[in-house]
């Protein structure tokens, strides 16, 4: 089959199109002819030699796929050979064909196109995991996502008004995006190029701090980041794009009794994974269905063309989703 191979870690340049066999599904798995997979962030650290795939997974860029069961592995009932679905996946997603953890299915609704359900897995159930999940978002109360333009953010806020429609939302975004975050239904967007998003929090807020926050900066943001969270306020990070270390007043966290809590998806246990799946499918796909949210797609392009979307996610060009497709 067709894929994106690295033959060694570096820029988008790296990123080649070449031949590599078809994977066979394991006990619990399918293999799925994929019809269109997605640029994550994750997938440029890992062309850089950062974040290699957890043991036993695929190689091979991309972390979700939508597309149609091709074959049964061993041990999966329930689900039948041409059946459109869409999964998260540890690996494979840039190819013809992948496998995926039967568990970890979501079916694609009928309203739903192949490119548009290629968006919904890494990036939403990310930002549900985190907000909602682990973040305990409540109704009326407020959260600060950062990085309003990419795929996770713009998930967020999607998420944020159709399950907590009685909360504030707050988005930190560049200068070019904070028209385009503010339509998606942020109330108060804060160019952090411009000023201290801690300060705008604090004003904004009459002193009282956000309820949640999620972040994808790390070291970079914890001093402001706990500066603005309320008093029993949850810290969930998720990135460390501004590094892994910073110091922390464990004084003032003790007294404002706050939570920092740290959050990857993709190297959880199979079976945690398909847990967090089923309350994901429960709770959020029915807004799918119902049109309620609509994944939001920056550009389609060609598999061959990963390199190009890999630039532009480095480049910080989209709003919302880069869509692969083999």
Same mark, same amino acid.
């Given at each position: 089959?067709?894929?994106?191979?690295?033959?060694?870690?570096?820029?988008?340049?790296?990123?080649?199109?070449?031949?590599?066999?078809?994977?066979?599904?394991?006990?619990?798995?399918?293999?799925?002819?994929?019809?269109?997979?997605?640029?994550?962030?994750?997938?440029?650290?890992?062309?850089?030699?950062?974040?290699?795939?957890?043991?036993?997974?695929?190689?091979?860029?991309?972390?979700?796929?939508?597309?149609?069961?091709?074959?049964?592995?061993?041990?999966?009932?329930?689900?039948?050979?041409?059946?459109?679905?869409?999964?998260?996946?540890?690996?494979?997603?840039?190819?013809?064909?992948?496998?995926?953890?039967?568990?970890?299915?979501?079916?694609?609704?009928?309203?739903?196109?192949?490119?548009?359900?290629?968006?919904?897995?890494?990036?939403?159930?990310?930002?549900?995991?985190?907000?909602?999940? $682990?973040?305990? #978002? =409540?109704? *009326?109360?407020?959260?600060?996502?950062? &990085?309003?333009? +990419? !795929?996770?953010?713009?998930?967020?806020?999607?998420?944020?008004?159709?399950?907590?429609?009685?909360?504030?939302?707050?988005?930190?975004?560049?200068?070019?995006?904070?028209?385009?975050?503010?339509?998606?239904?942020?109330?108060?967007?804060?160019?952090?190029?411009?000023?201290?998003?801690?300060?705008?929090?604090?004003?904004?807020?009459?002193?009282?701090?956000?309820?949640?926050?999620?972040?994808?900066?790390?070291?970079?943001?914890?001093?402001?980041? $706990?500066?603005? #969270? =309320?008093? *029993?306020?949850?810290?969930?990070?998720? &990135?460390?794009? +501004? !590094?892994?270390?910073?110091?922390?007043?464990?004084?003032?966290?003790?007294?404002?009794?706050?939570?920092?809590?740290?959050?990857?998806?993709?190297?959880?246990?199979?079976?945690?994974?398909?847990?967090?799946?089923?309350?994901?499918?429960?709770?959020?796909?029915?807004?799918?269905?119902?049109?309620?949210?609509?994944?939001?797609?920056?550009?389609?392009?060609?598999?061959?063309?990963?390199?190009?979307?890999?630039?532009?996610?480095?480049?910080?060009?989209?709003?919302?989703?880069?869509?692969?497709?083999?």
């Amino acid at each position: 089959m067709k894929a994106i191979v690295v033959a060694e870690p570096g820029g988008p340049e790296v990123l080649e199109l070449g031949m590599v066999d078809v994977p066979t599904p394991t006990d619990g798995q399918v293999l799925i002819k994929v019809e269109a997979t997605t640029v994550n962030r994750a997938d440029t650290i890992q062309r850089l030699g950062h974040y290699p795939a957890p043991k036993g997974e695929s190689d091979i860029l991309g972390l979700e796929v939508a597309g149609t069961i091709s074959a049964l592995g061993p041990g999966v009932d329930g689900v039948a050979v041409g059946d459109r679905v869409m999964s998260l996946v540890g690996g494979g997603g840039y190819a013809e064909f992948a496998t995926a953890y039967a568990s970890h299915l979501i079916r694609i609704p009928d309203n739903m196109d192949f490119d548009r359900a290629a968006c919904v897995c890494e990036t939403y159930i990310t930002a549900y995991l985190n907000v909602f999940m $682990l973040g305990r #978002l =409540a109704d *009326g109360e407020a959260v600060l996502l950062h &990085g309003g333009g +990419g !795929g996770v953010n713009t998930s967020g806020i999607q998420l944020c008004r159709a399950l907590r429609p009685a909360s504030r939302i707050f988005v930190t975004a560049s200068p070019t995006k904070l028209e385009r975050v503010a339509a998606l239904g942020a109330h108060e967007v804060i160019d952090y190029r411009a000023t201290e998003f801690a300060d705008v929090i604090r004003e904004k807020t009459a002193k009282r701090g956000v309820n949640v926050i999620l972040d994808h900066i790390g070291g970079k943001y914890l001093a402001a980041n $706990l500066a603005s #969270l =309320a008093v *029993g306020g949850r810290l969930v990070i998720i &990135g460390l794009m +501004g !590094g892994p270390k910073a110091e922390i007043n464990l004084g003032l966290l003790m007294v404002k009794r706050q939570e920092v809590i740290g959050s990857v998806l993709r190297s959880r246990p199979v079976d945690e994974k398909a847990a967090i799946v089923d309350e994901f499918t429960s709770t959020a796909m029915p807004l799918f269905e119902r049109a309620e949210i609509e994944p939001l797609i920056h550009t389609v392009l060609p598999l061959a063309d990963a390199a190009e979307g890999h630039r532009m996610m480095e480049a910080s060009e989209h709003f919302g989703k880069i869509v692969l497709k083999p």
